[in-house]
């Protein structure tokens, strides 16, 4: 089946613009999670969305949001650009049982260039 | 807090040499999952293996192994006879259960393995 799914690949923005991902879950996986990775920072966890709700939310500011459709797609919304925005953001499904820490699949990455 | 140790930050091997990429993680959770990744240059992090707590039984998948140690908080991952396909940078990776409502993986900061034909 298909993978995750995430557009675009690749973009440049400005400072100061706002940028919109977009991630497609793997079929029946009800769970969306964002990361961002930077070489001096590592892989951080943003936020997840399950049914259409923020479950759960790292160490950003509000600049970062997102959200989830009822088809379980999912977006990620980042205003006001900065230099330090620049990094690949990950998006990751999951089937999310109850109790359980399912296998976690990851996308190929969106890579954000800020200039 | 939780935190994931990945020491060796570059590694370097000559195919069909064995390798060892190292994990140490802190919990204070009795119920936890770790996981291993590998992130080839096009970006994506490919899932390798995922291991609970209650399970301590060390895993085989082909030349890979896993080697799962509670009383030292350790999921070492070996690759045996190494091959230049195998060169990646490798993340081990721990679920945070802080908030019971949602799943939140704490990375290593990633060990990048170097195999020279």
């Known amino acids: 089946k298909a993978g995750v799914t995430q557009t675009p690949r690749y973009l440049i923005k400005t400072r100061g613009q706002q940028v919109t991902l977009s991630c497609s879950p793997i079929?029946?996986?009800?769970?969306v999670s964002w990361y961002q990775q930077t070489p001096g920072q590592g892989l951080q966890f943003l936020f997840e969305?399950?049914?259409?709700?923020?479950?759960n939310k790292g160490n950003f500011p509000g600049r970062f949001s997102g959200r989830q459709f009822s088809n379980s797609r999912s977006e990620m919304n980042v205003s006001t650009l900065e230099l330090g925005d620049s990094a690949l953001y990950l998006c990751a499904s999951s089937f999310r049982g109850q109790g359980v820490v399912d296998t976690i699949y990851f996308g190929e990455g969106s890579w954000l260039t800020v200039v | 807090a939780q935190k994931v140790t990945q020491a060796q930050t570059e590694i370097s091997v000559v195919e069909k040499e064995d390798v060892t990429l190292d994990c140490v993680y802190e919990t204070r959770d009795t119920t936890y999952y770790l996981f291993w990744y590998k992130q080839p240059p096009s970006g994506e992090l490919v899932f390798l293996i995922r291991?609970?707590?209650?399970?301590?039984q060390n895993e085989i998948s082909g030349r890979y192994s896993w080697n799962f140690q509670k009383s030292t908080s350790s999921f070492n991952f070996t690759i045996t006879a190494s091959q230049v396909v195998d060169s990646a940078v490798y993340f081990c990776?721990?679920?945070?259960?802080?908030?019971?409502?949602?799943?939140?993986?704490?990375f290593g900061k990633g060990t990048t393995l170097s195999v020279s034909s």
């Open positions: 291991r609970n707590s209650f399970d301590e």
């Open positions: 990776a721990l679920s945070d259960r802080a908030n019971q409502a949602g799943t939140a993986l704490i």
């Open positions: 079929s029946g996986h009800r769970s």
């Open positions: 969305y399950f049914s259409e709700t923020q479950r």
